[in-house]
């Protein structure tokens, strides 16, 4: 018996030292494989690199948001903007979702709005139905909601709505670095629903 517990004791001395030595211990190694856990480390991903999609349409990660590499353009000729750019993205879900195309394909994010337009009125340019934020109708899945220029960003910025409900609305969004989804508020005042973020102009809508 007590050279049972001294060979046991000198085993698990030895793997000890040994696992502290070693690059890996294949033992923890399918451990880890048997029960996986949660890693506290985060992993950067590369610039190009799919970290979110909604009904099919990837968002790409795009490092900084000035970043751009190249224009994307279907290989029907429709532009589709700077890759992984927030317009991009908005663009390139309107064509495979619903094979939209913009009769107007350039501009900023903030331009896809038109201040100009009464409430639930038609936008030519972007051939979408458009509401403004305080609109009988609230955002709903699939609508693009769009943000106006800021301080910091004079160019706006663009996501498509995944969730609405109550008082609360989802947005996926490219080119915010890994937050690709961002929950809004939604307010009812008088028959009128406003989504709870200063920057937003509105939302459009495919008829």
């Known amino acids: 018996m007590i050279k049972s517990l001294k060979y046991i004791c000198f085993y698990l001395c030895f793997m000890s030292l040994w696992a502290s030595q070693a690059s890996f211990c294949p033992f923890e190694s399918y451990a880890l494989q048997l029960f996986p856990q949660k890693s506290n480390q985060h ?17 790409y990660y795009n490092g900084d948001v000035g970043n751009v590499f190249g224009r994307n353009v279907t290989y029907d000729g429709y532009n589709l903007g700077l890759n992984y750019q927030c317009v991009e993205y908005i663009k390139r879900y309107y064509y495979y979702v619903y094979d939209h195309k913009m009769p107007n394909s350039y501009g900023h994010a903030k331009e896809f709005f038109n201040p100009k337009l009464p409430d639930r009125k038609y936008n030519p340019k972007r051939d979408l139905y458009q509401f403004t934020n305080g609109s009988e109708y609230r955002p709903l899945p699939g609508d693009i909601i769009v943000f106006d220029s800021t301080h910091k960003n004079p160019f706006g ?24 989804r961002e929950m809004l508020g939604v307010m009812e005042r008088q028959g009128k629903f406003f989504v709870l973020d200063k920057d937003v102009l509105g939302w459009l809508r495919k008829g």
């Open 43 to 59: 992993f950067q991903p590369r610039i190009g690199e799919v970290i979110d999609r909604f009904n099919n349409v990837e968002v």
């Open 157 to 180: 910025h663009a996501g498509i709505v995944t969730y609405s409900k109550g008082d609360r609305c989802e947005i996926i969004q490219q080119n915010v670095g890994q937050k690709s």
